[in-house]
């Protein structure tokens, strides 16, 4: 860890000095720092099955790499690197390497997309991944310094929204060549932009992406899926610019539809819809719905989502809202909105009930005296006279019973 | 009206003497009476195009038949029936005739599968549809009452919520035989049971169904679709239980999945599954939800969902409120559910905080001095400067920023 904080240390200043600090967006990500006062949970014993399309993006980022920076400052004692498999990087000149921080189920879906497009991959991860990697054809290292020590043309962190800052932090970047791209993949944007921004040494590349799909969704193939991307700072002059576009083709060529936005564009987008979606997730599986013998197909899709959402961790849904600065204003949209529906509901009631207490509009549907005394009848059929539950209606209901006509 | 009320009065009589008081279900619904109080909207000008499955069981009958009740005072002073066409009704003896209340596009959608499984169907409306029926070998009656003494063996009662006590009111049952089964397909059972139950004549069967699709879901056949149907009243005796299994089989030849279970059951399962359903689906319409580029799998499922509970009208969701006993309650509990997970959000946020400010516990990633500086750089990028929306974070995030050390 000591020598890791010295490199980047080393890099940090030349960065203090960057002659672009229009690019830095001053307002960092408010909420990076709290990262590491966050407990850290178990590690994971492996890879896990792939999950719903709509979050499995994060999740397995989550799931991985929030151990992955606690490992660190251990794994990175190891003076040697240690490839568990010998290199099978491709043959083709202008193949990419890209070493991927954080090798879980995400990682390593993304490493078949860049596989397929003949690049080689190079992993590390807090878990051992060896053996996964050895049978297909995955240089594996079992510390992010073995890793840099290889110099991959591309860093791509797959890590975890609430670990990245961590990882990222502990990153041995005098290790790496000095034009390196350092990629990531994270549901928010303008924090890794602004977290690599402020480390990285000015020369290193930065793309930021979102691949806004994942094992699951992607399990047939990427086309038509959403891969948005931000070249935050990319060389003209030198190779840097050629190795980000073959980067970017990775997806390209996979069929992903590209969408070129900033961060800050990437992040109001997905708060209004994917921290939105994750939301409604959290707020349906707290309800514990459950199947009935009598779903509508909407209430499935409702059923469908809540699965998908619980499936993925609380820390992921933690790091949409913390890591996003517009989720609290889509939360209090959301917020009023659900008073809106309540007061059309309670607010229509009171309308009615007002008019016949005040107006003394009559009601010509009201039960009728037999039924009122029915009511009071023992031989009731009790299974169907549940009362109504404690609510402005009930409130209000003996009122309109008192006053029926008919 | 006044003819059929008299019609009415005459067997509201016998039905205050019936000897099945305790299957009255003495509490019966507390707010039908006061649909009669709601405004009436605008007559649709005819049949509508089909429109979502989760939904349109009700929206069709909610559009047609709000203005049916009011239509009827007017539609039955008309002294003789005028059927549009001539009949065309089926020939087998064991054959159905089914007269159908209400034929907007549900009425007109299950009027399809009657005819598909070899019954005759008989119909009313407010609105004129005698060129549909014409096309469609159907009879189409002007009035009710002429309806009625067409003497049908089944009445399905195709209302919208709001509407059926009034179009059950104005029937003139004293034109139908003694053992005429009377079913409803509402989106709530206890209200039509035990409306049902108060105003027909004893010996008049109850049959009430809820199809848990309409013309879209079921646009490709009604197979696995649910049905869900109580036999509320059906003589063992003479033919009506056999009437009422040749009209339940319709759907199960259609390849429904017959679920039989009684009114109480279904409301229950209703209000935690479909009106939570049209619930999320008016919220987030409150919320104008947009499409965007980014759109993961699971927000274009909540747009959809959106999208077919704003097709349908308010009043089918203030039915389901109103006419559900059970739906406070599940409104209740979604309120603490969201509640529940703002505060797992802000509570854990809190926390943090807390620690550092009270406990004094330094944050190892707060943004650096520089960093500092350079926010106040007036070249500052501000396209990704998006200050924190008001907030607690926001009411926290100085703090968390004057305690930092890096």
Redesign the interface.
């Known amino acids: 860890m000591a020598s890791s904080l010295g490199h980047f240390a080393c890099h940090g200043s030349p960065a ?1 000095a960057s002659p672009t ?8 990500p ?9 407990p850290i949970r178990p590690a994971a014993a492996g890879a896990k099955p792939p999950r ?4 499995s993006t994060e999740q397995e980022q989550q799931e991985q790499e929030q151990q992955l920076a606690s490992s660190w400052r251990g794994a990175y004692e190891e003076p040697s690197p240690s490839p568990s498999v010998s290199s099978t990087e491709a043959q083709d000149p202008s193949a990419l390497r890209v070493g991927i921080i954080g090798f879980g189920n995400f990682g390593q879906f993304i490493a078949r997309g860049i596989q397929r497009q003949g690049h080689a991959v190079l992993a590390t991860s807090r878990s051992d991944y060896s053996e996964y990697c050895s049978a297909h054809g995955i240089r594996f290292f079992r510390s992010l310094e073995a890793l840099c020590e290889e110099q991959p043309d591309v860093l791509l962190v797959c890590s975890s929204i609430l670990s990245t ?2 990882v990222v ?1 502990a990153t041995p970047l005098a290790k790496l060549r000095p034009d390196t791209i350092v990629a990531d993949v994270l549901s928010v944007k ?1 924090f890794p ?2 977290l690599l921004l ?1 480390i990285l040494p000015p020369e290193f590349g930065i793309v930021c992406t ?1 691949p ?2 994942g094992p699951e ?1 992607g399990k047939h193939g990427w086309s038509k899926l ?1 891969f ?1 991307y931000d070249k935050v700072r990319v060389a003209e002059e030198g190779g840097q610019k050629a190795k980000c576009d073959r980067f970017l083709s990775i997806f390209e060529q996979e069929g992903c539809r590209m ?1 070129e ?4 564009e ?1 992040d ?3 708060a ?3 921290f ?9 599986a ?2 514990n ?2 199947s ?8 499935e ?2 059923l ?2 809540t699965e ?2 619980v499936s993925d961790s ?1 820390d992921l ?2 790091g949409l ?2 890591y996003n ?2 989720a ?2 889509q ?8 008073d ?3 007061q ?2 309670y607010g ?2 009171h309308g ?2 007002r ?2 207490i005040v107006e003394r ?1 009559p ?6 005296s ?8 023992p ?3 009790t ?12 409130t209000f ?1 003996t009122v ?2 008192s006053t ?1 006509k ?1």
Chains 1, 2 share one sequence.
């Open positions: 203090a600090p229009s690019l830095l967006g001053r307002f960092s408010d909420f990076c720092a709290l990262a590491a006062l966050r719903d399309a709509t979050t800052e961590s932090r303008q932009r602004n402020e979102h806004m799909f969704s959403p948005v969408v936005m900033t961060c800050a990437h109001r987008h997905a209004g819809s994917q939105i979606t994750h939301t409604i997730g959290r707020v349906l707290q309800l719905l459950q009935t013998p009598i779903n509508t197909k909407g209430y899709t409702l469908q989502l998908n959402t609380f849904y933690y809202f913390m600065v517009n609290t204003e939360m209090d949209k959301l917020d009023r909105a659900f809106d529906v309540k059309m509901l229509r009631l009615v009930l008019k016949q509009v009601m010509p549907g009201a039960p009728s037999r039924s009122r005394e029915g009511r009071e009848s031989a009731a059929n299974q169907e006279t549940k009362p109504l539950s404690p609510s402005p209606c009930h209901s309109a019973f029926a008919c």
